[in-house]
């Protein structure tokens, strides 16, 4: 089984660029999840999909995050403009029902 | 407001050592607590825990929840160098099911 996949796994923009992170979860799961590790910091929730729908999107930090999830498979989470406080890594997660949540690598976001 | 509180935040043993990992939680709404192992990518899925004084087993790694007393504890024994990580901890809380990490604890086992 294939697990959660994201991309880039680095990203080096400059302070008012546009980023967008992709994530594919793994198969037949519903849902998706995204979090966020700024320095020094824990891991923070910033929203959750089921299927294409959001469900919770109470930890999105401001409106220059924007997550999408067509058609209920990949996510995207674009950043736009980004500002030096959104450098960290971007993590997300998938998950069937009620089992634990199954956590892909991670993308670094670097703004300059 | 809810926190998740791990202890210690670093550990550094010696090959063969036992290890205990402190979590500690206040949050509403809790549903289950969730270990895992994060080495230099993905934090990988360790344990869940939902009911109190029930111990789960994997290997040389144990875990325990208390729900009165709000924490958990990981107890690692026999450590192996591969065993070096961060060891997190995040409850599950809500209807939504979103997890509220912990710092981690970061353990380095020395040859």
């Known amino acids: 089984e294939a697990g959660v996949t994201q991309f880039p796994s680095h990203s080096v923009i400059e302070k008012g660029q546009t980023v967008t992170l992709r994530c594919d979860p793994i198969?037949?799961?519903?849902?998706l999840y995204w979090y966020r590790r700024v320095m020094g910091k824990e891991i923070k929730f910033l929203l959750h999909?089921?299927?294409?729908?959001?469900?919770?999107e109470s930890g999105m930090p401001n409106n220059r995050f924007l997550a999408e999830r067509t058609g209920g498979t990949y996510s995207t989470l674009k950043v736009q403009p980004a500002e030096l406080e959104d450098s960290g890594v971007y993590f997300c997660?998938?998950?069937?029902?009620?089992?634990?949540?199954?956590f892909g690598n991670g993308t670094r976001l670097t703004v300059t | 407001e809810d926190k998740v509180v791990q202890s210690p935040l670093s550990l550094v043993v010696h090959e063969g050592d036992t290890v205990t990992l402190n979590c500690s939680y206040e949050?509403?709404?809790?549903?289950?607590l969730l270990w895992y192992k994060q080495e230099k990518k993905a934090p990988t899925f360790l344990f869940m825990l939902?009911?109190?004084?029930i111990e789960k087993k994997s290997g040389r790694l144990s875990s325990i929840l208390d729900k009165k007393e709000l924490f958990s504890i990981l107890n690692i024994t026999a450590t192996q160098t591969g065993d070096s990580a961060v060891y997190l901890c995040a409850v599950v809380r809500g209807s939504a099911r979103q997890l509220t990490f912990g710092s981690g604890t970061q353990l380095t086992v020395l040859p």
């Open positions: 939902t009911s109190s004084g």
């Open positions: 198969s037949g799961h519903d849902n």
């Open positions: 949050v509403t709404n809790f549903r289950s």
């Open positions: 999909f089921v299927k294409e729908s959001k469900q919770d």
């Open positions: 997660a998938s998950s069937a029902g009620a089992s634990p949540l199954h």
